[in-house]
């Protein structure tokens, strides 16, 4: 004669685990679908103004109330965007201006992050040099320019040098910050232990600072990618600036939409990729301490 183990008379413990196991599965359920219910609510949330903008502007195109000179009807922006992608000019120009961002973030970042630790971490060097950033710090990249084009010419090293501006500020100044607001007593923990200085920095500086110092990469990268497109709007023979203000002189209104939208898009990636790293970075940052 066999036992069945559905009998909770013989296997009470196995019939639990199975109870508990469903429960489980079907909570897991749940929690799915809540949470893919909430992120398509917010997406149709967010998607509701975006429509209205192309409803109007499809209306406006159509009623010729606008003409067409001025604001160009969507399908013909759609059919330049077309064109732009198959010959590749637009991605030509979107590189150039990644390009330009990853050289400014290499040299503004880490010459930010170099000011940020030194002046968090030393009070002798963080009075010698402080107030003159703060100073330096108020002017906007446009307020560079001239002097800029006086000392490095108005070719590449120009709009290098002044996206690489923009970085050092919000990068420096997050750093800063992040150190200057690490609890004492993690600090008074390496001194028990007698952490050497390399320890300090990568025990507990980094994890304790990782926050500030990931907002401060995200906003130098957005403020790269804003300054290279202002930039290369005054001075540039490719990038998506340089397609803005090249289209507006031309009068083809299509292709400045079309280079506002590459702006976005490439935005948005940018925006995507960060919140991908701060996810990883918090993982890190749990596992550090």
């Given at each position: ?5 559905d009998?909770?008379q013989?296997?009470?413990?196995a ?10 599965i079907?909570?897991?359920l749940?929690?799915?679908t809540?949470q ?5 609510f917010?997406?149709l949330?967010?998607a ?6 192309f ?14 000179q001025i604001?160009?009807?969507?399908a ?5 965007l077309?064109d ?6 637009l991605?030509?120009?979107?590189i150039f ?13 880490g ?9 968090g ?16 710090a ?8 001239p002097?800029?084009?006086i000392f490095v010419?108005i070719?590449?090293p ?5 996206v690489?501006?923009?970085v050092?500020v919000p ?8 150190i ?6 993690l ?22 600072a990782?926050p ?7 906003q130098?990268?957005?403020?790269a ?7 290369e709007?005054l001075s540039?023979s ?11 002189s ?5 292709m ?14 940018i ?17 550090a301490f």
């Amino acid at each position: 004669m066999s036992a069945s183990t559905d009998d909770p008379q013989i296997f009470p413990a196995a019939i639990a685990h199975r109870i508990n196991t469903d429960t489980g599965i079907q909570q897991a359920l749940q929690k799915v679908t809540l949470q893919v219910g909430r992120g398509l609510f917010s997406a149709l949330l967010g998607a509701i103004l975006p429509t209205l903008l192309f409803a109007l502007w499809w209306t406006a195109t159509e009623r010729h109330w606008i003409a067409e000179q001025i604001l160009p009807p969507p399908a013909f922006v759609w059919d330049s965007l077309k064109d732009v992608l198959q010959t590749g000019e637009l991605l030509q120009h979107v590189i150039f201006s990644a390009k330009r961002v990853a050289w400014s973030l290499l040299i503004g970042g880490g010459a930010g992050l170099v000011l940020g630790f030194g002046m968090g971490l030393s009070r002798s060097f963080r009075a010698y040099v402080f107030p003159t950033f703060d100073v330096l710090a108020q002017l906007p990249v446009l307020g560079w320019i001239p002097l800029l084009i006086i000392f490095v010419g108005i070719e590449e090293p120009l709009k290098v040098t002044a996206v690489s501006i923009a970085v050092v500020v919000p990068v420096a100044l997050s750093t800063l910050n992040g150190i200057a607001n690490i609890p004492k007593a993690l600090l008074e923990v390496g001194r028990v232990y007698r952490f050497r200085p390399s320890q300090v920095i990568t025990r507990i500086v980094l994890p304790a600072a990782a926050p500030a110092l990931f907002t401060g990469l995200r906003q130098g990268v957005m403020q790269a990618w804003l300054s290279v497109i202002f930039v290369e709007l005054l001075s540039s023979s490719e990038g998506l600036g340089f397609l803005m203000a090249y289209s507006r002189s031309l009068s083809q209104i299509d292709m400045v939409i079309v280079a506002m939208l590459a702006i976005g898009v490439v935005g948005i990636l940018i925006e995507l990729v960060l919140r991908l790293i701060e996810s990883r970075l918090q993982g890190w940052r749990r596992s550090a301490f």
